[in-house]
């Protein structure tokens, strides 16, 4: 349930309601707006628990039932949109946000290159992936740690943030050294040994889609990463396994604004994975923007004809600089735009 505190309520009013929840058996979440305070209370209800309790202590407003099973996450409980602050760059707010690099960082040569050619055409941050999760056990599994070593050395270098996967809670300490933003791949989605402890950071999170999985669960998953107190997380639509196999994926557009109407996370729009086919991945990357997607993970490859790791997804430099360009039009009719070019976001 979601109390909602008077305008300005005294301090002493909201730690004497948050003491009283907790001896209830609640876990409580705090949101402080510009004028008032919102406790989310979390967990099971006693049966002896009468709600009009809260309602009548001193400087309670109201007391709001929240029938979803994610809290959280959901509207009611934080009504405006969630911005996260990487340094100097924003998501969630009327920009769009653009991360761009390979499916795989394959040497430090590729990583440098790929993230200078990125920067160039207008990107944000920089993607790439140091552990590999890959359907067959004799496919390239990624560097490790000397992978992100690379990614940080050329994020540095070129002012883009850093956002790569993170598999398992063994990989969990090396990858706080480097990166910026830590990647829950659609595998993992329901990982919730992994959820728990990405809870524990205080590092943004951007939490994919499973492939089969529903909204609801999506959300869900969302609601362990917050139940441990991060509440920086971002959603990511990568596409949905369906009966249509021209594609990789069905990557499920619709999600967008629903999402947005359920829950006050950013939501982030990959159509490389999404569709599989770099001759598709401009046009779902351009409706996306359009139905209000608040960024795009999009994989870029100097020479993807000879990538270790899905090139048939990947677009040239020279095709992300003009999609870039596109968005910039396209941005502006929903009352959005790309982020502007920034020397140095970190």
């Known amino acids: 349930m979601v109390i909602v505190m008077k305008d300005h309520a005294e301090e002493t009013d909201v730690k004497n309601v948050t003491d009283r929840l907790k001896s209830l058996g609640f876990d409580v979440h705090r949101s402080d707006g510009v004028t008032r305070t919102v406790l989310g209370a979390v967990g099971e209800k006693r049966p002896e628990f009468d709600r009009r309790d809260i309602e009548l202590l ?18 009611e409980f934080h009504a405006d949109d969630t911005v996260i602050s990487i340094g100097n760059l924003k998501i969630g707010d009327d920009t769009v946000v653009l991360m761009a690099g390979p499916c795989a960082v394959e040497n430090r040569d590729q990583i440098m290159l790929i993230a200078e050619q990125v920067k160039k055409a207008g990107a944000h941050v920089l993607r790439g992936g140091a552990f590999k999760p890959r359907t067959s056990p004799y496919s390239f599994q990624g560097l490790g740690e000397e992978g992100l070593k690379y990614m940080r050395e050329a994020g540095d270098k070129f002012g883009l943030a850093i956002i790569s996967e993170v598999m398992d809670v063994s990989q969990l300490e090396v990858c706080l050294k480097y990166v910026d933003i830590l990647q829950v791949g659609a595998r993992n989605m329901q990982n919730f040994i992994l959820l728990r402890e990405l809870g524990k950071v205080r590092k943004p999170v951007l939490l994919k889609r499973g492939m089969s999985a529903t909204i ?13 107190g991060n509440y920086d997380v971002m959603l990511c639509e990568r596409g949905i396994r369906t009966f249509e196999n021209y594609t990789r994926n069905t990557l499920d557009l619709s999600a967008i604004p629903v999402v947005q109407k359920l829950s006050h996370l950013p939501i982030i729009v990959d159509p490389s994975h999404g569709t599989g086919r770099r001759d598709k991945v401009a046009p779902m990357a351009r409706a996306a923007v359009a139905a209000g997607a608040n960024g795009l993970e999009i994989e870029v490859h100097s020479d993807p004809d000879h990538a270790m790791s899905d090139g048939a997804q990947s677009l040239y430099p020279e095709q ?21 070019y920034l020397d140095n976001l970190l």
């Open 58 to 75: 001193p400087g309670v407003l109201e007391v709001i039932p929240i029938t979803k099973p994610y809290k959280l996450a959901s509207r």
């Open 216 to 228: 609801e669960e999506w959300l869900m998953a969302a609601e362990y990463l917050m139940a441990g």
């Open 320 to 340: 992300f600089e003009e999609l870039v360009s596109e968005l910039k039009i396209i941005a502006p009719a929903v009352k959005k735009k790309i982020q502007p």
